[in-house]
């Protein structure tokens, strides 16, 4: 018992040492530079050649986000609609293809569908990054990559006015809270960069809607605020999550706001392609995300995808990943509707939970930072594991958590918002094997669906001895 407490307290005292030196007030700022120049050295990474055996594939997130933007341009399909139906008409050829294995027949029918599922936004965010196609790729991902680095830079200014707005008066403290969260989010932003993701984008938006929220309760701004979440949805429909915290705390306007939003990111791009080509193209997305990734996503959910759905594709469904066999999945092989129905009933487990819980917490009107910040933190997690496909790059959003939860504690003492990304730190100086075991597995899912249950029975019990000390 002596010899744990001894450890125990050598462990805290090196912790303290190590914040002290950290967190000290002249070291903030160099901190945070040598963070964004790590960030900036690993976002050059989508400019380097390609390493791959197979040329088809691409060399980044951003290089899918060019072409498809080329071909917006072109007034082509972003989606290659013409592809996916040589592909329809060419299947049958593909199972002897690899029975023969004749690696120039395959390599030239692989070929042929380059560019299917690389680009899964609405139209919207192709049409917005057109100007850049009017440069080589290398011009426009150097571009691409030091606007998101000035607009990861504006989200902490915002941060720190946010926590102005909240009535926090100490620089420091809010510096340090901003730093901290964005030490403990660096891994999956690192990752966001080095593969020119539009990540940096969405913690923006978020960051700059609470800030929307926070500032005044006017009927207008709040309009407004809402036409933007509405517009930012059609980037992205994970960010729409957000709508339901503005629920809750009764912002009706902004949920008028966000419809008119909608619309208008649906719009926007006809002013270029012409209203019947533009709705041609949204109507195709629709029915590749929402009729086939989203329902059939397991199918191929590769190996970083830290959805639920991926998650169990991976380990219970045959030939979901490429890299099975070498981790012996799966685990117990389930045939392939079974598989659907399970992954269904669990996203609508999460989700049903959710929205009860946001219907509770707006028939009480419950106004706790505590329970807010967790209601946040909650709220992301089921938007991230019930997404599709949710890289580990996806859970950079988490910043907007981990900074309310830094800016109320003096101490890094929960391990609950912590911990995922200590484990992700971890994977990043794992040998490539080794992470590759962990992701296959999904251990970062199920981390985070188990604090999803503990949040889920926090915020039950906390709505439970409200209910009881008002009866």
Partial sequence: MKIENSWKSIFLQCKQKILLIFLKYKNIYFSFGVLFLVLLINSLEILSPTTQTWEWKSRSDFEDYYHASLRIRNHQSPYYEEKIEWFLNHQSELPSLLKEGNFQKLYDFLSQIKGIGTYLYPPLFGFLIIPLTFFSYEVAGMVFQIFQLLILGVSLWLLYQLAYQLGVRSKRKILRGILLSLVFTFPYLIQNSSNGNIGFFLIFFLVLTLNFFYYSKNFTLDFVLGVFVGFTMMIKIITGFIVLFFFIQRRYSVLLGTFLGIFLAIFLPSLYLGWEKNWEFFRFWYELIMGTYQEFGFVRPYTNNQSLSGALGKLFLTFADFKQHLYGLPLVPLSFETIKVLITSLNSFVLGVL????????????????????????????????????????????????????????????????????????????????????????????????????????????ITFVVKNQT
């Avoid at 209601?375 to 790059?393: E, K, M, P």
């Avoid at 958590?401 to 990304?421: R, T, W």
């Avoid at 992470?435 to 029975?457: E, K, M, P, Q, V």
């Fill in 355 to 462: 929205l009860v819980l946001s219907f509770a917490f707006w028939i009480f009107s419950f106004k706790d930072q505590n329970l807010t910040l967790y209601y946040l933190y909650f709220l992301f997690l089921s938007a991230l594991l019930t997404s599709g496909i949710s890289w580990y790059h996806t859970f950079g959003i988490l910043i907007v958590a981990y900074f309310f939860y830094f800016l109320k504690h003096d101490e890094i003492h929960h391990g609950l918002f912590v911990f995922p990304s200590i484990f992700v730190w971890i994977l990043m100086f794992l040998p490539y094997g080794v992470r590759d075991f962990f992701s296959i597995y999904s251990f970062f899912t199920w981390i985070n669906f188990g604090i999803w249950i503990f949040l889920a029975f926090k915020l039950f019990g906390s």
